[in-house]
């Protein structure tokens, strides 16, 4: 393939999550409802001599722990002969240590763009091993909509969809570390239960039962712990009408699920100025993964 190409690569939200246990590696076994929503990074691939990133975050990290780096990296790997490279451009609209996927996103963006750039005979399993290679949520992304996964959230069981339902992002002014939050979670003695709160009880009605599997984010206790600010945000959504409101991952994003556009709309006016130097992001759930769109300059840009 001679000229450049464009892959979008969206957010996640966890619908719930459960840490079920620790396993010998250090991982956590989850089990967590991901669901793919409509805030996107663009990630761009031409032919270069060389492998190369330039990115216009300056808080995402430019050099080697950049998982657009590491997937174009072990794909290399996987596939080494012959040498080949790409000037890669990422721009990211997906806040960084949000706990909203989107480093794991880029990163499956990454193996089917440079699979299409350098024509490589990649199948879904070797995208999938070289996803859980690179960590846990990236295979995940490699599907997209609404899925389920077990292991260290790796294993991925696409469910049904739940159609473009209203979310919204609560992104403080602050990242919260995963792998901090893990570990926190395991100095206590016990893990927590799944955390179903008698207020949440109503909002499952909205949909099938069990739609959420399980209610709740075990992560909410240690995380919210540390930044009560975050808790309250969570309470300001059910107060402001969300059917459901919990943190994304291990944080720091805050959403709501809503049951129409225009009480969204309202309860973002109300919590803006309560919640200054917040982002307030209105979107929705997507059946969509990353995925190849086209040509750059092509028509694909505008098209999708
Ligand atoms: O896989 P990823 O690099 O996203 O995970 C970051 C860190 O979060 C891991 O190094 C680990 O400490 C923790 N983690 C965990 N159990 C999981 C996923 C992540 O303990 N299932």
Redesign the pocket.
């Known amino acids: 393939m001679s000229g450049t190409i464009w892959a979008r690569c969206p957010a996640k939200v966890n619908l719930s999550l459960k840490v079920v246990g620790r396993r010998p590696d250090?991982?956590?076994?989850?089990e967590t409802v991901f669901q793919a929503i409509e805030l996107w990074d663009d990630l761009e691939a031409a032919p270069a001599p060389a492998l190369t990133l330039s990115c216009d975050e300056p808080t995402a990290p430019g050099d080697d722990s950049n998982l657009v780096l590491r997937a174009a990296r072990a794909l290399r790997s996987r596939f080494p002969e012959p040498a080949r490279g790409a000037a890669l451009r990422l721009r990211k609209r997906i806040p960084v240590g949000g706990g909203l996927g989107g480093g794991?996103s880029d990163a499956a963006g990454t193996l089917l763009l440079l699979s299409r750039l350098w024509e490589l005979p990649t199948t879904v399993a070797d995208l999938a091993s070289l996803a859980r290679e690179i960590?846990?949520?990236v295979a995940f992304f490699l599907h997209g909509g609404r899925a389920l996964g077990t292991g260290?959230?790796d294993r991925i069981e696409p469910l049904r969809s739940l159609g473009p339902f209203p979310i919204l992002l609560g992104c403080p002014p602050f990242a919260v570390s995963?792998?901090r939050t893990?570990?926190s979670l395991a100095a206590r003695l016990t893990l927590p239960a799944a955390g179903v709160s008698v207020g949440e009880f109503p909002a499952l009605k909205w949909r099938e039962e069990n739609d959420f599997r399980y209610t709740g984010n075990d992560l909410e206790c240690v995380v919210f712990a540390e930044h009560p600010e975050l808790g309250a945000f969570r309470g300001a959504l059910l107060g402001e009408g969300a059917r459901l409101a919990r943190m994304s991952g291990s944080g720091s994003t805050v959403f709501g699920v809503f049951g129409a556009e225009e009480s969204l709309a309202e309860a973002r006016a109300a919590l803006g100025p309560r919640f200054p130097g917040w982002r307030l992001i209105a979107t929705r759930a997507t059946d969509a993964g990353a995925h190849v769109v086209g040509t750059a300059s092509g028509a694909g840009r505008t098209g999708d």
Request: proline share 0%.
């Open positions: 250090g991982y956590h076994e989850l794991s960590g846990a949520d260290r959230g995963t792998a893990f570990g």
